[in-house]
Each structure stands twice: as C-alpha cells, then as structure tokens.
C-alpha cells in the first residue's frame, strides 16, 4: 500500500525509475525526480535497509551515469561485497568499478574482502575479484594481491585463468618490479589451447617486455617455439566458429601473436631469423579481400619492417603496402601510406617500384590521402627522379582543388630548389608555377629566384621574356606580377631588343611602350597591393632611364601616386618624380642594374633565418630587459645596446669604448647590399627585420611608417612638398652635388681606441650654413685586417643624418690602407644647438665579430 503512495521509495524497481526520468520534459523535472530518488536511497541507508541495498546501488548507478554525484553511497558497496550472495557481491563489485577509482581513500578497506574472494571456492565469485582488481588495482592493492593473482593463474577453470592473466597485466602496469612473479606462469600459459587464454596471456607476455629487460630476454628464450607454433596452427586450422570472423580464424589472436613477435624480434637477429619463415607463411597464405585479412596482413609488415627481417621478406612487405594502396577503401590506402613512410627509410627502392601508384593517390578526392601521399612522393625525390616527379606535380597543380594548392605549391618549389642542378630548369620550372599558382608562393621563395636570375647573368634574356608572356596571360597571380615587374624593370632592354637568345626561343616582338603597358597594368591591377605598386614604381623609375623616349608618359603614371595615402608610395612618387624631371645627368648611374646578389650568402642566411624563426616558435625564453641573452651553448651574451643608448647625448658620463663579440644580422635581405644603417627616429626603435631591400632597392635608411606621419630627422630623396592628404618635410639631397665646396673648419679625432681610430674633415656648401659634408677616415691600428666593416651612426632628432657606402668593408692592418665614408648632416637648429652624435662601428678578426662604440662632442664651433 506504501508503495502504491510513493513511487519514490527505497523500495521502487530501477525500471520504474528509468521509466519515471524518461518520461520528464525537462531537465528541471529530471533534476526534481533524481533529487526525490536520491533522498529515498539515503534514508534507506541510514535506516541500514539490508532488503533493498542491491536494489538502491542498482539505481545509484544509473543516477552516476547520469551525471549527478553518489559519493553517498561508496560505502554501500563495501557492505554489498562483504555479504555472502553472488547476486549482492555482484552488484557490490559493479558498483565499486563504477563509483570508486584507485585514488579514493574508500578503496583500502576492501583490500580484505578482495583478499577472501579471490580464495573463494566458488569460480564465479573469483571471477567477480579478478574483475574489479584489474579495473580499480592501485599499486597498494597489486602488492597486497599479487600472490594470490600468481596462485590463479595456475587455475583449471579457463576462465579463471583468462581473467588472472588480464590482472595480471594490471598489475605488472601498477608495480613493474613484480614482473619477475609472472615471468614463468606466462611461459606456461603459452601451451594452453583455449584462445582466450592464449590471448590474454600473450597481453601479458607483451607488457612483461616492456616493463623488464630481464622479462624481455626469458621470453625470447622460452616463447618463441610457442608463438610460431600457435601462429602456425591458427593459420592452419580447419573451419573454427567459435573463432571465426569473415572466414579468418580469431583475427585477433593473429595479430596479438604478431605484436609480440615483433617486440621479441627487434633488434635481435636470432630471434629474427627464427620467425623469418612464419611471417613470410602469413604474408603469402592470408587473403586480402576481407578487413580481418587486411588488418592480419597490415600488422605482418609492420612486424616484418620492426625486426631484423631479410631483404627479401622486406620486399614482400612493401609489395602488400604497395596492394593496399590499390584497395577502395580510404583507410586502408591511408595505412598503407603511412607504413610506406616508414619503409622508406628502410629500403628506399622497393618503395620507388610503387612510384606510379603513389603519384595516382596524391590525386585522390579524399584529402587526408592526397597530403599524405605527397609528403610520401617529396621523400621519394632524389637526383635520377626529380624531373618526371616534378612534371607530374606540376601538371597536376593545374586541375588541383584550390585547398590543396597551397601544400602541393610549397612541395614542388622545395623539391625544385633542393634538387635542380640545371639553372635553365630550375627557371622553367619555377616560371610554371608561377603562372599556375603564384598567389600561393611564400615571398622567402620568389626572393631566392631573384638572386638566382641576377647570378644567372647568360639567363637573364631568357628570363625576362618568359615572365612578360606569362604575365600576359596569368596576370592575376600576385608573386608572378612581382617577378616579372621587378625583371622587366632592371633587364627592360634585353626584352625589346631581344638580346641573349637561346636556341630554345623564338623571337618576340616588344617595343618599349609595350614594357611600360605592362607595369601600368600591374600598378592599377593591384591598387590595394602596396608592396606590388611599390615596385612597380621602382620598375617605372628605372624604365625612364633604360627608355628615354618613355620619360615623360612614365614621370606622368608616378605623378598619379603623389596624393597616395599610403606614404610609402607617397613618397616614392614624389622622390622618383623628382629624379625623371630634374636629375637627368645621374640619373643613368644612378638607375643602373642591380648589383649581382651573394647566391651563397644568401641561401646560408636564409636558412639561418628559419631555422631561429622555428626554434623560437618552439621554446622561446624569457628574457629579463637589459639582462644577458642565454645561447644554447650556455655563454651569455649581453643584448646589442638600443638605438636609445646611441641617442642619450645628454649623458655626463664619458664615452665608453667596447670591444666585444657580436652576432651577425639575422636579417639577411637587409644586409644583401652590404649597407647597415640605423633608424634615427625618436623612438629609437631598431630597423624592422620586416624591412626589404629587394622591396626598396633606392631608399637609403628606414622607410617611414605607412599611414603614419613622416618622421621628422630623415627623408631621402625630393624637397620640401605640400601633397594631400599628407604633407611630408622633404629634402633633396641630391641637389648640389656637383656645387663648390670649402673646408673651413679642422679635421678632428673622432674615436680613437686601441684598436681604431676615427677622423672627421668637414665641408660646408656656400649659402647653407645647417648642412655640412663630414668625410670620415678609418685606420686600424692593430696588426690584423678587420673584414665585414660597418660603420653607424645616430644623431638626436633636430638633425638630418644621410650616410653613403663605404669605400670598403675590408680595414687593412697596422694603417697600410684607409677606409673612407661620407656623412652629409643637416643641423635644423644651427646657431642654437651644436652637432652631436653617437657612432658605433662593427667587424670581424680572423672571423670573430666586434664591436666598437662612443659618443663624439667635440665638432667645431660653426657646424
């Protein structure tokens, strides 16, 4: 009658609450029901309701694997395993796997009746302790326990032994220094026919490897024999099914028996040799139309490839790979590629046999096996191969899906550059991707072209007439449109004049209005583009001077960008204006080519370069400001002194002369024309590593911030200019440079060290006293060359500083040769404020770097 009034007593079946939750429309109302539930199985027992207790933990249970929390009842399953039945020590055990984990503090007072019922006489109830010790066993418990697991393993009743051995493996997991114990009982267990028990024990026998070498040395002496003979009888037995799936006998036996072959077989040649001749039996005797076939097969070669097998059974292996990647199923090609990765290590030309069929799946529809296999055909790549893989990629890059493009771009330009030995190849190669998918080419690869055709000198007529046709007709790929305006602009006359012609070419006709077509093509193109525009206008710069009868509709296109709001193309406009309209007597040397860029230093620097981009995406420590640098060698370092220390003119502390070791720029197209300058701007930040010299071949310095104001210390080229929006305070100091000058004032000692002295002769222009030509000469007073010679300087920021190369970067030793470089300075407080400045000079000694600084404060009185 109770219970007909309360749904919710302790004595309530678990389907009726199931049936109860389910029926809830909400989570609020499923909440209400299992608070209600919950708050009838406390009162249960804590009025210790021995009826229903299996019944409560039953519903308990379910409630946890709802989510809602049952610490409340850890107890009852104690009280549960400790009572006599089976059916109450069963539940008592499920719940205790269920509720308790190895952490709870709870777990050690059942230690006792684990103890009893592992004892016990009935195998059920063994059975029972077996499962919840190797699902819950704590280190503790496995050594308190052990002993008995020990003692069942010896059980007549299969199962028994089955689940002793499945502890077992527990326990060795647990206590590995316990796995002495297990050793012979796993031997033994070996000879059972019962495969269960043959499985489970081969479990154990592979974590009793890992977990000890001496284990690992006594089975390879006493199992081996078992092992080939159970693998033989499996794979000889007649129809089994019980054991049976898709007409293999237990599968699953096949492959523990082959994982455990392969730990015994690795990197032991006997035991190797031994099981050579049942692993070729498998390989050959096991179908492949069925997944348990398949997976049997898959785990023969990995077996194979891990142990000292012969060249032969090797190649056996691979060709099963090299079948698999001929099946339809995905997951099975995907394997059969990843193991191929590994094999190729191994024996690299049975892995070449299946090239044909490799390069078919970097075509497949399923992307995880296009990227897989195209990492496969780039470790496939060596000298004999390279030109047909590459064909291959190539003219598949032309039809591949645009997510893919990006992945197969970057492999075929490093395949391209890691393997070309023939210039002319390595350009036609790198032309067509160019024009097949330029807009996916990273920048540091286009660079590395560049250097390559301004080395290439024989190549460079060919090379500018390729790039113009493709930029006919592939204008739309963006690094292929740099390419081309950057080749056309320094090899213009090569294209119209069709000079340096190859046998392979035929003659194009392209006049000078063509050439400049093309880059205004590519300035209004790509409008949004600044760095594209940017070297378009250098293009057009240097196309006035190679085509003079182009000036004016050239000086015409570079005026339209004078209002740009991007000031970087502001101020090129205006400087490149500036040098067509009034610079026409240097204008020639002063546009002449590039000079032709160290392919060698550049390749080591850009390598260099990513390799400390990578390991400071890796680790990258912390370091304190002002504090030493930790190199992985474990010197310290001091860190370069800012450009802040340069600029503190207002120090009463003397100069300080340092004589230390420094590294090497790590931006290497900075250092492409030999040129270190330093940003004089009042922030004193040091040069953006981001800063192009291939961008920006004609601006001396830093460029100015784009969509910033102008920097107020340092301006290039032009003069004073009012532009909309933006009105920059220019400069031209390419005016005056053939006026008179006169020196008026002393040469003085700049610097003067131990090691190298400074001289500064000054010259001023007649009729502009604030600007004043410093000439400065270097003398090495030591008895070794200095090489790699840079020389810097800063000044405070009401002086223009403008810094030309100089005359070499080689100091000859003991003063038997002079180095010397002009500074042109500009004092925009003169009268009110003298010169001041901060040099630093760095070099090398027999490969070591220097460095050299100080401040100068003694310039004559006038300047």
Same mark, same amino acid.
């Given at each position: 009658?109770?219970?007909?009034?309360?749904?919710?007593?302790?004595?309530?079946?678990?389907?009726?609450?199931?049936?109860?939750?389910?029926?809830?429309?909400?989570?609020?109302? !499923?909440?209400?029901?299992?608070?209600?539930?919950?708050?009838?199985?406390?009162?249960?027992?804590?009025?210790?309701?021995?009826?229903?207790?299996?019944?409560?933990?039953?519903?308990?249970?379910?409630?946890?694997?709802?989510?809602?929390?049952?610490?409340?009842?850890?107890?009852?399953?104690?009280?549960? *395993?400790?009572?006599?039945?089976?059916?109450?020590?069963?539940?008592?055990?499920?719940?205790?796997?269920?509720?308790?984990?190895?952490?709870?503090?709870?777990?050690?007072?059942?230690?006792?009746?684990?103890?009893?019922?592992?004892?016990?006489?009935?195998?059920?109830?063994?059975?029972?302790?077996?499962?919840?010790?190797?699902?819950?066993?704590?280190?503790?418990?496995?050594?308190? +326990?052990?002993?008995?697991?020990? /003692?069942?393993?010896?059980?007549?009743?299969?199962?028994?032994?089955?689940?002793?051995?499945? =502890? $077992?493996?527990?326990?060795?997991?647990?206590?590995?220094? +316990?796995?002495?114990?297990?050793?012979? $009982?796993?031997?033994?267990?070996?000879?059972?026919?019962?495969?269960?028990?043959?499985?489970?024990?081969?479990?154990? =026998?592979?974590?009793?490897?890992?977990?000890?070498?001496?284990?690992?040395?006594?089975?390879? &002496?006493?199992?081996?024999?078992?092992?080939?003979? *159970?693998?033989?009888?499996?794979?000889?037995?007649?129809?089994?099914?019980?054991?049976?799936?898709?007409?293999?006998?237990?599968?699953?036996?096949?492959?523990?028996?082959?994982?455990?072959?392969?730990?015994?077989?690795?990197?032991?040649?006997?035991?190797? !040799?031994?099981?050579?001749?049942?692993?070729?039996?498998?390989?050959?005797?096991? !179908?492949?139309?069925?997944?348990?076939?398949?997976?049997?097969?898959?785990?023969?070669?990995?077996?194979?490839?891990?142990?000292?097998?012969?060249?032969?059974?090797?190649?056996?292996?691979?060709?099963?790979?090299?079948?698999?990647?001929?099946?339809?199923?995905?997951?099975?090609?995907?394997?059969?590629?990843?193991?191929?990765?590994?094999?190729?290590?191994?024996?690299?030309?049975?892995?070449?046999?299946?090239?044909?069929?490799?390069?078919?799946?970097?075509?497949?529809?399923?992307?995880?096996?296009?990227?897989?296999?195209?990492?496969?055909?780039? +470790?496939?790549?060596?000298?004999?191969?390279? &030109?047909?893989?590459?064909?291959?990629?190539?003219?598949?890059?032309?039809?591949?899906?645009?997510?893919?493009?990006?992945?197969?771009?970057?492999?075929?330009?490093?395949?391209?550059?890691?393997?070309?030995?023939?210039?002319?190849?390595?350009?036609?190669?790198?032309?067509?991707? #160019?024009?097949?998918?330029?807009?996916?080419?990273?920048?540091?690869?286009?660079?590395?072209?560049?250097?390559?055709?301004?080395?290439?000198?024989?190549?460079?007529?060919?090379?500018?007439?390729?790039?113009?046709?493709?930029?006919?007709?592939?204008?739309?790929?963006?690094?292929?449109?740099?390419?081309?305006?950057? =080749?056309?602009?320094?090899?213009? !006359?090569?294209?119209?004049?069709?000079?340096?012609?190859?046998?392979?070419?035929?003659?194009?006709?392209?006049?000078?209005?063509?050439?400049?077509?093309?880059?205004?093509?590519?300035?209004?193109?790509?409008?949004?583009?600044?760095?594209?525009?940017?070297?378009?206008?250098?293009?057009?710069?240097?196309?006035?001077?190679?085509?003079?009868?182009?000036?004016?509709? *050239?000086?015409?296109?570079?005026?339209?960008?004078?209002?740009?709001?991007? #000031?970087?193309?502001?101020? /090129?406009?205006?400087?490149?204006?500036?040098?067509?309209?009034?610079?026409?007597? *240097?204008?020639?040397?002063?546009?002449?080519?590039?000079?032709?860029?160290?392919?060698?230093?550049?390749?080591?620097? /850009?390598?260099?370069?990513?390799?400390?981009?990578?390991?400071?995406?890796?680790?990258?420590?912390?370091?304190?400001?002002?504090?030493?640098?930790?190199?992985?060698?474990?010197?310290?370092?001091?860190?370069?002194?800012?450009?802040?220390?340069?600029?503190?003119?207002?120090?009463?502390?003397?100069?300080?002369?340092?004589?230390?070791?420094?590294?090497?720029?790590?931006?290497?197209?900075?250092?492409?024309?030999?040129?270190?300058?330093?940003?004089?701007?009042?922030?004193?930040?040091?040069?953006?590593?981001?800063?192009?010299?291939?961008?920006?071949?004609?601006?001396?310095?830093?460029?100015?911030?784009?969509?910033?104001?102008?920097?107020?210390?340092?301006?290039?080229?032009?003069?004073?200019?009012?532009?909309?929006?933006?009105?920059?305070?220019?400069?031209?100091? #390419?005016?005056?440079?053939?006026?008179?000058?006169?020196?008026?004032?002393?040469?003085?000692?700049?610097?003067?060290?131990?090691?190298?002295?400074?001289?500064?002769?000054?010259?001023?222009?007649?009729?502009?006293?604030?600007?004043?030509?410093?000439?400065?000469?270097?003398?090495?007073?030591?008895?070794?060359?200095?090489?790699?010679?840079?020389?810097?300087?800063?000044?405070?920021?009401?002086?223009?500083?403008? @810094?030309?190369?100089?005359?070499?970067?080689?100091?000859?030793?003991?003063?038997?040769? @002079?180095?010397?470089?002009?500074? $042109?300075?500009?004092?925009?407080?003169?009268?009110?404020?003298?010169?001041?400045?901060?040099?630093?000079?760095?070099?090398?000694?027999?490969?070591?770097?220097?460095?050299?600084?100080?401040?100068?404060?003694?310039?004559?009185?006038?300047?």
């Amino acid at each position: 009658m109770d219970l007909a009034i309360n749904p919710f007593s302790s004595g309530t079946r678990l389907r009726d609450m199931i049936r109860s939750i389910r029926a809830c429309k909400t989570a609020a109302e !499923e909440r209400a029901v299992v608070r209600r539930e919950c708050a009838a199985i406390r009162a249960a027992i804590s009025e210790d309701d021995q009826d229903y207790r299996h019944r409560n933990m039953a519903k308990l249970m379910f409630i946890h694997m709802l989510g809602y929390p049952t610490h409340f009842g850890q107890m009852e399953c104690l009280k549960l *395993i400790a009572a006599a039945g089976f059916p109450e020590k069963r539940i008592g055990y499920l719940g205790l796997m269920l509720l308790l984990d190895e952490r709870q503090e709870v777990l050690m007072l059942v230690t006792n009746s684990l103890k009893q019922d592992l004892n016990h006489s009935n195998q059920f109830i063994v059975g029972l302790a077996l499962c919840a010790l190797g699902n819950i066993c704590s280190a503790e418990m496995a050594r308190d +326990l052990a002993p008995e697991v020990e /003692r069942l393993l010896q059980s007549r009743d299969p199962n028994t032994k089955k689940k002793a051995a499945l =502890c $077992s493996i527990r326990i060795v997991r647990k206590v590995p220094d +316990l796995a002495e114990n297990f050793m012979g $009982s796993a031997a033994s267990l070996l000879k059972e026919k019962h495969h269960g028990v043959l499985l489970s024990t081969v479990q154990l =026998c592979t974590e009793l490897c890992k977990a000890s070498n001496d284990a690992l040395e006594y089975l390879r &002496k006493s199992c081996l024999e078992g092992l080939v003979r *159970i693998l033989r009888d499996v794979s000889n037995s007649s129809y089994a099914p019980e054991y049976e799936v898709a007409g293999i006998t237990d599968p699953f036996l096949h492959i523990r028996v082959l994982k455990l072959m392969r730990t015994l077989g690795q990197g032991d040649a006997d035991c190797s !040799e031994y099981i050579n001749d049942i692993l070729a039996q498998v390989a050959t005797k096991t !179908e492949s139309n069925k997944n348990a076939g398949n997976a049997i097969l898959y785990e023969c070669v990995e077996t194979i490839m891990g142990i000292e097998a012969t060249s032969g059974l090797r190649v056996l292996a691979i060709n099963i790979l090299g079948r698999f990647l001929s099946n339809r199923d995905n997951n099975i090609r995907y394997v059969a590629l990843n193991m191929l990765m590994k094999a190729i290590a191994i024996d690299t030309q049975a892995v070449q046999r299946h090239r044909a069929t490799i390069l078919e799946c970097v075509k497949d529809a399923d992307v995880s096996i296009r990227k897989r296999a195209l990492e496969l055909v780039y +470790l496939l790549v060596n000298d004999t191969n390279v &030109k047909p893989l590459t064909k291959e990629l190539v003219d598949y890059l032309e039809v591949s899906d645009q997510d893919f493009k990006e992945d197969l771009t970057a492999r075929i330009c490093s395949i391209v550059e890691k393997f070309s030995q023939d210039k002319l190849w390595y350009l036609d190669q790198m032309f067509r991707v #160019l024009s097949l998918a330029g807009n996916y080419v990273k920048d540091d690869v286009w660079h590395t072209l560049i250097v390559l055709m301004s080395n290439a000198s024989e190549l460079q007529g060919y090379s500018v007439r390729s790039l113009y046709k493709a930029f006919q007709s592939c204008g739309e790929q963006e690094s292929l449109v740099r390419v081309a305006v950057w =080749c056309i602009g320094e090899y213009g !006359e090569m294209l119209v004049n069709n000079i340096s012609m190859l046998n392979v070419e035929e003659p194009i006709t392209v006049t000078e209005s063509d050439a400049v077509d093309a880059v205004e093509l590519a300035l209004k193109r790509y409008s949004a583009d600044v760095t594209t525009r940017a070297m378009c206008l250098v293009a057009l710069l240097k196309l006035s001077s190679r085509f003079p009868p182009t000036s004016e509709r *050239i000086k015409e296109i570079v005026v339209q960008n004078k209002g740009n709001t991007v #000031l970087e193309l502001q101020q /090129r406009s205006i400087e490149f204006s500036s040098i067509i309209q009034r610079h026409q007597s *240097i204008k020639s040397s002063l546009l002449e080519r590039m000079p032709v860029l160290d392919q060698t230093n550049y390749l080591v620097k /850009r390598a260099a370069s990513t390799q400390a981009t990578v390991l400071s995406v890796k680790s990258a420590p912390a370091v304190t400001p002002g504090g030493p640098l930790k190199l992985p060698n474990g010197v310290a370092k001091p860190p370069a002194a800012p450009l802040a220390d340069l600029l503190d003119l207002s120090s009463d502390d003397p100069p300080v002369t340092t004589s230390v070791p420094t590294t090497a720029p790590n931006d290497f197209l900075q250092d492409l024309l030999g040129i270190g300058l330093i940003d004089s701007s009042p922030t004193g930040g040091a040069p953006s590593a981001s800063t192009d010299i291939l961008m920006d071949l004609l601006s001396i310095g830093s460029s100015p911030v784009q969509n910033g104001p102008p920097t107020s210390n340092f301006s290039p080229l032009g003069k004073e200019t009012k532009s909309v929006p933006v009105t920059p305070q220019v400069v031209d100091l #390419l005016d005056g440079l053939s006026s008179n000058e006169n020196a008026a004032y002393p040469t003085i000692t700049a610097f003067q060290s131990a090691t190298l002295r400074i001289t500064f002769s000054f010259k001023k222009q007649p009729g502009k006293p604030q600007e004043t030509t410093i000439n400065a000469t270097f003398t090495n007073l030591t008895t070794s060359t200095f090489t790699d010679f840079i020389f810097q300087a800063a000044v405070p920021k009401f002086i223009q500083l403008q @810094l030309d190369p100089a005359s070499s970067s080689a100091l000859p030793a003991s003063g038997n040769g @002079l180095v010397t470089q002009s500074l $042109s300075v500009t004092n925009n407080q003169h009268g009110q404020k003298p010169l001041a400045m901060r040099i630093r000079v760095s070099y090398k000694v027999n490969g070591e770097d220097r460095l050299e600084q100080g401040q100068i404060s003694n310039f004559p009185a006038g300047l």
